[in-house]
């Protein structure tokens, strides 16, 4: 079989060649994937998602830089968060995912919605946390503060220095 599959640097390079926004810049020692979709499975189980425009790999990191990043995580085969944003960073060797710029955390469980600039995932603890301002918004009321923490269904949480305003 050897010779078939062409090594990735190709296989990027063929599909940014293709791409519509013309011609792109791949930095050295860099493998660029475009529209990326990655699944993570437990007991056979969907447990997390993640998906993005474009990921750039650089061979000396263990870090992935992606492109309009959407995580979904499951539980029971359902969807129960989405996290979107501009761009992110994924961690090969601990699969934590850093998001960066617009960030929307959904929990589809009760309709909770977080709006920020920066939002990290934490693989190991299963909790979503950022030092920066937030806007949390459920259908009684909007929460704002600076500094956050919760499960990544938003059923537990934690908000420093908080302001409410509760219907």
Excluded: N
């Amino acid at each position: 079989m050897r010779g078939l599959v062409p090594p990735p640097l190709v296989v990027a390079a063929a599909l940014a060649a293709g791409c519509a926004r013309g011609a792109l810049e791949i930095p050295e020692g860099t493998q660029r994937m475009l529209r990326v979709r990655m699944l993570q499975t437990e007991s056979g189980r969907a447990a997390w998602e993640l998906e993005a425009d474009q990921a750039d790999i650089q061979e000396a990191s263990e870090e992935v830089r992606l492109e309009r990043p959407v995580f979904r995580i499951h539980q029971k085969d359902r969807d129960t968060t989405r996290i979107q944003a501009r761009t992110g960073r994924f961690r090969t060797d601990s699969h934590d995912i850093a998001f960066e710029g617009r960030v929307i955390a959904a929990s589809l469980r009760d309709a909770t919605t977080l709006y920020t600039e920066a939002l990290a995932y934490s693989m190991k603890d299963g909790r979503i946390w950022t030092d920066d301002p937030v806007r949390i918004v459920r259908p009684d009321g909007t929460v704002r503060g600076r500094g956050f923490t919760a499960k990544p269904d938003m059923s537990e949480m934690t908000i420093l220095k908080q302001e409410a305003r509760i219907r």
